[in-house]
């Protein structure tokens, strides 16, 4: 075994990583891991393993169809997998599953309840819930874990701070979460995109009306983060009497804004409820 220390994990670590489903989301995780080195070994396997062939190449990382074998060499095991199929492969990996293993999972709606019931409530079962944003070292990223799995809480925050910002929530709040942080992403996305659909109009060319709206976009959150304010504090500031700032935000709350935006993290939640009983 060889003995990984990073900076930001300030401590050594042995962490012998495996993640099951290497799509849109365990790609992106794997992405993290391996630019902050945070490793011993990395299996990454999937049965198609398109999205990570380019990382078998680098050192202590190994891309595999055989979720055994990548369980098997691993001490964490994260599985990415889609809610339809996890069953199924925690089924089928079952038998060398054992106590000292930890189970992380992102899978939506799917609760450590329904994890215990396949591999056994004496099993550690962590919940992960990250975004996207993970890729690039900014996911939020929310915790629960079973009765089992809450010593290894810190070791999970420990990996996901290298990853972005973590909270450990209740377990009940993690659908929730599912539908701030990861759907999230696609939420301010289309906010972005809207912005500069609107700039484009106002007359500047496409690239630039990203730009504009990606950067004001980012000075906005740098803007609460640094400042810790609120945001009405900081919509003060901008709004001049009788200004266009006022104009135009009145105008975006008459039409709807942020009862659209409530309405559609509710629709979202309701779905994520109904996925849970499926
Ligand atoms: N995409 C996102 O932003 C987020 C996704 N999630 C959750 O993460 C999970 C994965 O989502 P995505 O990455 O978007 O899905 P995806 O469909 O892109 O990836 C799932 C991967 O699992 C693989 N797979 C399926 N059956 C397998 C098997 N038997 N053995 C090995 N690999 C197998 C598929 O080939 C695929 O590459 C889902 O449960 C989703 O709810 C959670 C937070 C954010
Ligand atoms: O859309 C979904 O169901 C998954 C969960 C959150 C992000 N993607």
Same mark, same amino acid.
């Given at each position: 075994?060889?003995?990984v220390?990073?900076?930001?994990?300030?401590?050594?670590?042995?962490?012998?990583?495996?993640?099951?489903?290497?799509?849109?989301?365990?790609s992106?995780?794997a992405?993290?891991l391996?630019?902050?080195?945070?490793?011993?070994?990395l299996?990454l396997?999937?049965?198609?393993?398109?999205?990570?062939k380019?990382?078998?190449?680098?050192?202590n990382?190994?891309?595999?169809?055989?979720?055994?074998?990548?369980?098997?060499?691993?001490?964490?095991?994260?599985?990415?997998?889609?809610?339809?199929?996890?069953?199924?492969?925690?089924?089928?990996?079952?038998?060398?599953?054992?106590?000292?293993?930890?189970?992380?999972?992102?899978?939506?709606?799917v609760?450590t309840?329904?994890?215990?019931?396949?591999?056994?409530?004496?099993?550690?079962i962590?919940?992960?819930?990250? #975004?996207?944003?993970?890729?690039i $070292?900014? =996911?939020?990223?929310? %915790?629960?874990?079973?009765? +089992?799995g809450?010593? /290894?809480?810190?070791?999970?925050?420990?990996?996901?701070?290298?990853?972005?910002?973590?909270?450990?929530?209740?377990e009940?709040?993690v659908?929730?979460?599912?539908?701030?942080?990861?759907s999230?992403?696609?939420?301010w996305?289309?906010?972005?995109?809207?912005?500069?659909?609107?700039?484009?109009?106002?007359?500047?060319?496409?690239?630039e009306?990203h730009?504009l709206?990606?950067?004001?976009?980012?000075?906005?959150?740098?803007?609460?983060?640094?400042?810790?304010?609120?945001?009405?504090?900081?919509?003060?500031?901008?709004?001049?009497?009788?200004?266009?700032?006022?104009?135009?935000? #009145?105008?975006?709350?008459?039409? $709807?804004? =942020?009862?659209?935006? %409530?309405?559609?993290?509710? +629709?979202?939640?309701? /779905?994520?409820?109904?996925?849970?009983?499926?």
């Amino acid at each position: 075994m060889t003995l990984v220390v990073t900076p930001k994990l300030n401590k050594i670590e042995i962490m012998k990583i495996a993640i099951i489903g290497t799509g849109n989301l365990g790609s992106s995780i794997a992405k993290g891991l391996i630019k902050n080195e945070s490793f011993t070994s990395l299996y990454l396997s999937d049965r198609n393993t398109k999205a990570v062939k380019n990382f078998e190449s680098l050192d202590n990382v190994f891309v595999t169809n055989d979720n055994a074998l990548a369980v098997e060499q691993s001490d964490i095991i994260l599985f990415a997998l889609q809610p339809k199929h996890i069953d199924g492969v925690l089924e089928s990996v079952k038998p060398i599953i054992t106590n000292d293993h930890i189970i992380m999972s992102v899978a939506a709606g799917v609760d450590t309840v329904r994890i215990e019931n396949i591999l056994g409530a004496d099993k550690k079962i962590i919940r992960i819930m990250p #975004n996207t944003a993970i890729s690039i $070292g900014k =996911s939020m990223t929310c %915790i629960a874990a079973n009765a +089992a799995g809450q010593d /290894k809480v810190p070791l999970a925050e420990d990996i996901f701070n290298q990853l972005g910002t973590t909270m450990v929530i209740p377990e009940d709040l993690v659908q929730a979460a599912t539908v701030i942080c990861a759907s999230g992403i696609a939420f301010w996305m289309r906010l972005v995109r809207a912005t500069t659909q609107g700039a484009i109009q106002l007359g500047f060319e496409a690239e630039e009306a990203h730009e504009l709206a990606v950067q004001t976009c980012f000075g906005s959150a740098s803007l609460l983060i640094e400042s810790g304010r609120h945001p009405e504090q900081e919509i003060d500031r901008v709004t001049t009497p009788s200004g266009c700032t006022i104009e135009g935000l #009145n105008e975006m709350e008459h039409q $709807g804004l =942020s009862s659209a935006l %409530i309405q559609g993290i509710v +629709a979202s939640f309701e /779905k994520i409820n109904q996925l849970k009983k499926n």
